[in-house]
């Protein structure tokens, strides 16, 4: 039977979800050459290659692709091993990763961790923006690569998760003020369809909400541009060229965009609270969640 050590395992991870030696060494706090000696380890306990290698590309082998739930798996019990033992002692210790988002909508984050850390000083928690938005939180909470996210679903949550709304914001269709829009009063979503506009990538909520609600009518809009962050976005739209969505405290920020109110309905996108339906969530998961329902319950 192979002896395969904790440390390989958790080294063996951050390689599979960094898919980089150099990225890995550096989450881990280590060398670089301690993450390869630890992986040639893991490789001859298990008797397979688990990753292919060249000069520029890090990928999993499909022994690799097979070992990383299990691996994944084994670090989470000894987690919760490890917090039952602390649970005797009353302080928190551990990890949390918390996939989070751009904008938060009445959830002041930076003050949520401050506060949880002063709480909860043993406890280390990192932030992760995914590139595919809310879509990609869900495959990370589906998969244990992160243990909760602030993640926004239009439509119904799927399967796998357990979901809490938390916040809801009105998004708003914002233009430059020499645009055609500027200044001319409420506009139909039927009016908009000829328009270009620029807009988040598929899978973020956001853009979600709006492909859902021009779907709603059976519309079709142009989307050449997008954009993963709201300064570009926001400059994009005030050269008047293009029109936009984005959430109202954000378009706020903007002094040099115009706002066109929609006629007959306000869109709307949420921030909920998400994590595994079917892996236990260790103590410093729980509290961290709590300190997130408090932040908008006062």
């Keep these: 039977m192979a002896r395969v050590e904790l440390r390989q395992l958790e080294y063996f991870v951050a390689v599979a979800e960094e898919l980089s030696f150099t990225k890995a060494a550096r989450r881990l706090r280590v ?168 807009e988040f990538p598929e899978g973020w909520g956001t853009r979600d909400a709006a492909d859902l609600a021009f779907d709603r009518r059976g519309l079709h809009r142009s989307v050449p541009l997008e954009s993963p962050d709201y300064a570009t976005t926001a400059a994009l739209i005030e050269q008047g060229h293009v029109v936009g969505f984005l959430p109202d405290s954000v378009a706020a920020a903007y002094p040099g965009l115009v706002i066109v109110p929609i006629a007959g309905e306000d869109l709307v996108w949420n921030v909920s609270l998400a994590s595994s339906a079917s892996r236990p969530l260790s103590r410093p998961v729980l509290a961290l969640m709590a300190e997130l329902r408090r932040s908008v319950t006062g």
């Design 31 to 198: 060398v670089q050459s301690g993450v390869s000696t630890a992986i040639r380890a893991l490789e001859r306990e298990v008797g397979a290659a688990l990753f292919k290698r060249d000069s520029r590309h890090v990928r999993l082998t499909d022994a690799g692709a097979a070992m990383l739930p299990n691996a994944r798996a084994t670090l989470a019990a000894a987690r919760a091993a490890h917090d039952a033992v602390q649970e005797q002692h009353g302080e928190l210790h551990g990890a949390v990763v918390m996939g989070s988002m751009l904008s938060t909508p009445g959830i002041d984050v930076p003050g949520v961790l401050g506060r949880f850390h002063r709480a909860n000083p043993a406890v280390r928690v990192r932030i992760q923006y995914s590139p595919s938005g809310s879509r990609g939180h869900v495959h990370a909470l589906l998969d244990g690569t992160i243990d909760v996210a602030l993640a926004s679903f239009p439509k119904r949550p799927p399967p796998g998760l357990s979901v809490e709304p938390l916040a809801t914001e009105v998004l708003r269709l914002t233009c430059g003020p020499a645009h055609r829009l500027a200044g001319g009063g409420p506009v139909r979503m039927e009016d908009l369809a000829d328009e270009i506009f620029v």
